[in-house]
């Protein structure tokens, strides 16, 4: 999710799915883990154990921004080498934080804006390419690059930050398989289907539904992304698209930076009856620590905003200066409140409880955040803290390990595996959105 879009308030039917039960494929999950008091655990004492358990299973983000907060930067836009991460940074990502948090895996966003068509798709997603990987190549002492979850597991065992890349907007292949397709080759190993703009294949959910979901050449999207190996992400997409592609996949999808729609009723959230889908998939919602999404009182406050805000445009038309005073007023009156750990320990909470344990993920969005994050999870130094209130609900270790990273690798896993079996099946699709969608004979 991008700041400046902030505010715009599984089951497999016809395909077999292997069940998410499967036996975690990882030397980490075999660490024998720390021991736990039979007492009741102080706040300090379950800091300690959350972060001694984050010592032997890979901590793996699903949303981080940091390519696009270069490129926006004020300073120094796109310059890799002035954004230093050897030293604190404007935002939350740094070394140091990544060493302090535990961070084990991260999905680097590869975001463009899909109102940016006039711009160039094209050219815009191959200098977030560039971007992002020459983060990656600047500090090797700390990232690596990653193309499976085996490589995850390996930069683990160095101490480093196995660095996947997460292509934010299915805008950005424009309509075509082919570029889709070279995406992956560059390293994309997820794809959210849509951002916040409805395609001419998928729906989003802060836009219009235009197509009740996918089109047939969405599903034949989510058809080549099986094949590929690559991860289908339903963060930012509406439930018809969310329930499309539940239907057609054949491998685990992702929810790279949402949370639970039952708690706060936003439209980036996922709803109940996707969230039971979940355990025939396999999929993995990785809750977001976007404080609108999380907090029921921000949430609240935003909507009581927005109201005022399209009232006063009403009454006052044009007279900018006017509702800027009064919107002014109105703030001073009634600050916004802040989201907590908490708020975002009650997603973790009820989506297990919905969905299950292995079902669960953690997606921060870090870097592209423009509220104020969650009091207590400031920046990547913070993902201990989080853990440390999960054990002081009583989260057992098995299901901590799968909230840090076992779930999502398991995932990838099984996409891989799925993605060999279909390339074997298959040649790569030649199909296009003239020929599905609007019956035009080649």
């Not at 024998?32 to 655990?41: D, H």
């Not at 979901?213 to 080549?224: D, K, M, Q, Y």
């Not at 400031?378 to 901590?400: H, I, T």
Request: aromatic fraction near 6%; hydrophobic fraction near 40%.
């Amino acid at each position: 999710m991008r700041p400046v879009l902030a505010l715009a308030v599984v089951a497999c039917l016809s395909v077999p799915c292997v069940a998410p039960a499967a036996a975690q494929q990882s030397a980490a999950a075999s660490t024998p883990a720390p021991k736990r008091s039979a007492k009741p655990l102080t706040a300090e004492q379950a800091l300690a154990h959350a972060k001694a358990l984050l010592a032997t299973t890979p901590l793996v983000d699903g949303h981080n921004d940091l390519p696009w907060a270069i490129r926006e930067s004020k300073t120094a836009p796109r310059d890799v080498d002035a954004y230093d991460l050897r030293k604190t940074t404007p935002h939350q990502t740094d070394l140091a934080r990544m060493n302090a948090g535990k961070l084990g895996g991260q999905f680097w966003s590869i975001y463009i804006p899909g109102e940016a068509k006039d711009s160039g798709y094209a050219r815009m997603q191959l200098e977030q390419f560039d971007i992002a990987r020459r983060i990656i190549a600047k500090y090797p002492e700390k990232l690596v690059t990653a193309s499976t979850a085996a490589d995850v597991r390996a930069a683990f065992k160095q101490g480093k930050v196995g660095s996947m890349l997460g292509l934010e907007g299915g805008h950005a292949i424009e309509n075509s398989l082919g570029t889709l397709r070279m995406y992956y080759d560059m390293g994309a190993r997820y794809m959210t289907l849509t951002h916040n703009v409805t395609l001419d294949w998928a729906d989003a959910a802060l836009d219009s539904a235009k197509h009740k979901g996918l089109t047939p050449f969405g599903r034949e999207v989510v058809r080549e992304m099986n094949r590929l190996g690559m991860l289908v992400d339903l963060s930012h997409v509406s439930p018809g698209v969310m329930s499309n592609a539940l239907d057609v996949t054949e491998s685990p999808v992702i929810f790279s930076h949402s949370s639970a729609r039952a708690l706060v009723d936003h439209k980036r959230n996922v709803p109940d009856s996707i969230l039971k889908r979940l355990p025939k998939n396999g999929g993995v919602v990785m809750v977001t620590f976007v404080p609108g999404f999380d907090s029921p009182k921000i949430f609240a406050h935003g909507a009581a905003r927005g109201a005022i805000l399209a009232g006063l445009r009403q009454r006052l038309g044009r007279d900018t200066s006017a509702v800027s005073a009064e919107m002014k007023a109105w703030d001073a009156a009634h600050p916004a409140p802040h989201a907590t750990i908490g708020d975002v320990a009650d997603h973790l909470d009820y989506i297990k409880k919905v969905a299950g344990p292995d079902h669960i993920g953690i997606g921060s969005d870090f870097d592209g955040v423009d509220d104020e994050l969650p009091d207590g999870l400031q920046s990547q130094a913070d993902y201990p803290k989080l853990f440390a209130a999960l054990v002081m609900r009583g989260w057992s270790d098995a299901d901590l390990r799968k909230l840090a990273g076992e779930n999502v690798l398991r995932a990838l896993s099984q996409a891989e595996k799925v993605a060999k079996r279909l390339q074997k099946e298959r040649p790569p699709s030649t199909k296009t959105i003239e020929q599905l969608d609007r019956g035009v004979k080649m």
